[in-house]
């Protein structure tokens, strides 16, 4: 049974009616029916949730900044065993949400639960240095959080992304505010109830709403010391803009074109499930998908037929049956999906596979079947822009420079995945992809949430997850004393 599912911001630990008196209506993208309503959140709200962080830090000496940093990693460990306590009923509710399969909705609520598992940890770890410096002084530096800090989420992750983002910057002691998608608010507002038992009023408020009323109030507000972004370029831009005005810093996660390498030296058998998940997991709504294969000529052939009598067998159908992949999230993304590939045939690029919606599939839902293209010339748009859905382009390379250039070849630069035995080739071309990981014989390290993650180029620029993503919730002072 799915919780009962609230029209209001959680800020202060209370449930907060929007203050427009507004709601949104929430869609279930497996039949396009509306099955829930959420807070429409403005200004004003994002204003009482800016108010009640800040009122939580003070400056280290409010509710939740004056807590010793053992005390907090204890806290959001207890919320971590909560969030894994209610994985599944978090699941269900994501799985209606967003249209994502179970199996990939609980992978997400344990990702989240192993993300405050893994900073809680860390919470009285993270410290400064004492510096070498002239004679008769003495310099240290200290990390101090941010104070509050603003997490926009996509919906393609929300739980992940929420764990790695506010569940960071909660860690080095920041007080939240989180402004999810429209499309995917119901975890973290459950999430967030979750929270109430564990943290102090104010250190994590979450106000649901549209991007362009509530997000962009979020970004311009300047009780906001830092702001973390995931989502599209343009969007990244715009947060990134509003920001500047205050000078705030910004992480921004802006998705990617990432390549699979695969040379004919590799263990095809082991690649091959894995170039199509890369794709094909959350419906190819997966800012680091694996959405080009790039093949040595001289296996080409071959590895293409393997792939595409693979990809044919692809299915999908409600995230309630389980199947390869769900529907789109909305009409929009399936619409805009659709039109790449309309893109792709009228431009006369062959189709070398095409998987099915299942019958059982609501032809209301936002399906789109998983679509496999062959030879596309690097300069079309399907080999060039990110796609946000399950459409795989391949085409074939000659040698290890050529690779590189195609790889390279894109705007984007978040992740790479090598597949050769050649021991010397993994690091020369490991190190000149342009790429935030690199992963050689895998493709993800099954997401490890210990692994820095984040992009270069048009794909951003900060980094999450890992050790790393702590440093940039926090501010370095340095203290140089005089003693003489
Ligand atoms: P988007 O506009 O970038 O949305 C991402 C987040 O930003 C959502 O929470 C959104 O809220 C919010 N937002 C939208 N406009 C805003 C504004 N002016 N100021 C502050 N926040 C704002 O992405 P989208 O339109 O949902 O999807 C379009 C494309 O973005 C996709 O096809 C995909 O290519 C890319 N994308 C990438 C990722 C990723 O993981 N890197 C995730 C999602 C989308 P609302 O949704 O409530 O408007
Ligand atoms: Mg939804």
């Not at 203050?19 to 959420?38: H, K, Q, R, W």
């Not at 990939?104 to 004492?130: I, M, N, P």
């Not at 343009?234 to 921004?252: E, I, K, Y």
């Not at 080739?425 to 993650?453: D, S, W």
């Amino acid at each position: 049974m799915l919780p009962t599912i609230q029209a209001a911001h959680l800020i202060a630990n209370r449930w907060v009616a929007p203050a427009g008196g507004a709601t949104l209506p929430v869609l279930d993208p497996a039949d396009g029916e509306i099955f829930a309503y959420i807070a429409r959140g403005n200004a004003a709200d994002i204003d009482a949730a800016v108010i009640a962080a800040r009122a939580a830090y003070d400056g280290g000496d409010g509710p939740w900044g004056r807590v010793p940093a053992a005390e907090r990693g204890r806290l959001l460990a207890r919320l971590g065993q909560e969030i894994a306590a209610n994985a599944e009923e978090l699941a269900l509710l994501e799985c209606r949400d967003t249209g994502k399969p179970m199996k990939q909705a609980r992978a997400d609520a344990a990702a989240c639960a192993r993300y405050f598992e893994y900073y809680a940890g860390a919470c009285d770890k993270l410290h400064g240095e004492t510096l070498p410096y002239q004679r008769g002084y003495t310099v240290l530096t200290v990390r101090e959080p941010h104070g509050v800090t603003g997490h926009i989420i996509p919906w393609n992750y929300p739980m992940q992304i929420f764990g790695r983002s506010a569940g960071a910057a909660l860690a080095a002691g920041n007080a939240c505010v989180v402004k999810p998608a429209e499309d995917a608010c119901l975890s973290l507002l459950r999430i967030a109830e979750l929270a109430v038992k564990y943290l102090p009023e104010g250190a994590l408020n979450i106000v649901t709403g549209l991007g362009s009323e509530a997000g962009a109030a979020l970004s311009a507000h300047t009780g906001i010391d830092h702001i973390s972004f995931t989502g599209s370029p343009v969007t990244g831009s715009l947060v990134a803009q509003a920001a500047a005005v205050n000078h705030r810093p910004v992480t921004l996660e802006l998705g990617g074109k990432s390549p699979q390498i695969v040379f004919a030296d590799a263990d095809l058998d082991a690649a091959l499930p894995v170039l199509i998940n890369a794709i094909i997991q959350n419906g190819g709504q997966t800012c680091s998908a694996g959405s080009r294969v790039l093949i040595e000529q001289s296996i080409y052939a071959p590895l293409m037929a393997r792939l595409a009598e693979a990809f044919g067998r692809l299915r999908a159908g409600p995230g309630s049956a389980d199947l390869d992949l769900g529907p789109l999230i909305n009409a929009r993304q399936r619409d805009r999906v659709a039109g790449y590939i309309a893109q792709g045939e009228r431009d006369g690029l062959r189709v070398a596979a095409r998987g099915t919606v299942s019958e059982g599939a609501a032809s209301s839902g936002y399906y789109i079947a998983p679509t496999l293209f062959t030879d596309v010339p690097a300069n079309h748009a399907l080999a060039r822009e990110e796609v946000f859905g399950p459409v795989l382009v391949a085409m074939p390379f000659a040698d290890e420079a050529e690779a590189l250039r195609l790889a390279n070849g894109t705007d984007y630069g978040l992740i790479a995945g090598l597949w050769t035995r050649d021991g010397a080739r993994q690091l020369r071309m490991a190190r000149k992809l342009h790429a935030g990981q690199v992963f050689i014989n895998n493709y993800g390290a099954g997401g490890g949430v210990e692994l820095p993650f984040g992009g270069m180029k048009h794909s951003g620029y900060g980094r999450e997850k890992g050790f790393e993503a702590l440093l940039g919730f926090t501010a370095l002072k340095t203290i140089a004393i005089s003693h003489g």
